[in-house]
């Protein structure tokens, strides 16, 4: 099955400065590679999502970057605001439902 | 109501006891999938339903039984469960080939006693 590492497990910020979280894979047949984001006591939803063909997608105050070589893909994540806190997910999808998600990453923003 | 529903939101059983959760989509996709989130393990897929066929089954203990009627409804049957598998369960669907991306129920909270 896919391995799938995400680091860091914990990560606390000072509103208004950048986070930077980062997804390893093994599936070199990957394709599909999403961002969840679950705040506390909430399902996760997805925020932000990049394809194979596409080497960076942004949306606001959020991006995502891929590097297929390097099989490794990460959500960035500028002036973060207090609501920012969560924790985020990747989910990269090797097609045919095998979806592999992350451990996570514990963001927290400081105000 | 809309997106993904499960019930009950909460369940307390016992050991001996046989329950079963219940999901249901209202977004016509067209697979399903059940997740176990622990503090061990954040989110751990359990089974996938596409076009109401298994297509996948991480290993799970036989004790948790999957059923998938159509292609809105999924079901986990419960039965001689153990204190470890007390944990959130969620109900996912997506609809394959148009963008893979999952959309959540808001989990079943079980504790095994």
């Known amino acids: 099955g896919e391995n799938v590492e995400q680091h860091p497990s914990t990560l606390s910020v000072q509103e208004g400065d950048s986070a930077v979280i980062k997804c390893t894979y093994s599936?070199?047949?990957?394709?599909?590679f999403p961002w969840y984001k679950q705040e506390l006591g909430k399902r996760p939803q997805l925020i932000i999502d990049?394809?194979?063909?596409?080497g960076e997608k942004k949306d606001q105050r959020i991006a995502v970057t891929l590097n297929k070589t390097a099989k490794h893909f990460s959500l960035h994540i500028t002036e973060t605001q207090p609501e920012d806190s969560a924790v985020y997910f990747c989910?990269?999808?090797?097609?045919?439902?095998?979806?592999?998600f992350g451990t996570g990453t514990k963001l927290q923003v400081i105000p | 109501e809309t997106g993904v529903t499960q019930t009950p939101r909460h369940l307390v059983m016992g050991m001996t006891n046989k329950k079963s959760l219940k999901c249901e989509q209202h977004?016509?996709?067209?697979?399903m999938y059940w997740y176990k989130q622990s503090a061990k393990k954040p989110l751990e897929l359990m089974f996938v339903?596409?076009?109401?066929?298994?297509?996948e089954n991480n290993s799970v203990p036989s004790r948790f039984s999957p059923e998938c009627p159509n292609s809105s409804h999924l079901f986990l049957h419960l039965h001689t469960l153990q204190p470890e598998d007390s944990a959130l369960y969620l109900c996912?669907?997506?609809?394959?080939?148009?963008?893979?991306?999952?959309?959540f129920g808001p989990g079943t909270r079980l504790t095994v006693t």
């Open positions: 990049i394809r194979s063909n596409v």
């Open positions: 996912a669907s997506s609809q394959e080939r148009s963008g893979y991306e999952q959309y």
């Open positions: 599936d070199s047949a990957s394709n599909y």
């Open positions: 989910a990269p999808y090797g097609g045919y439902q095998k979806v592999t």
């Open positions: 339903y596409s076009l109401e066929e298994r297509v």
């Open positions: 977004l016509g996709h067209n697979a």
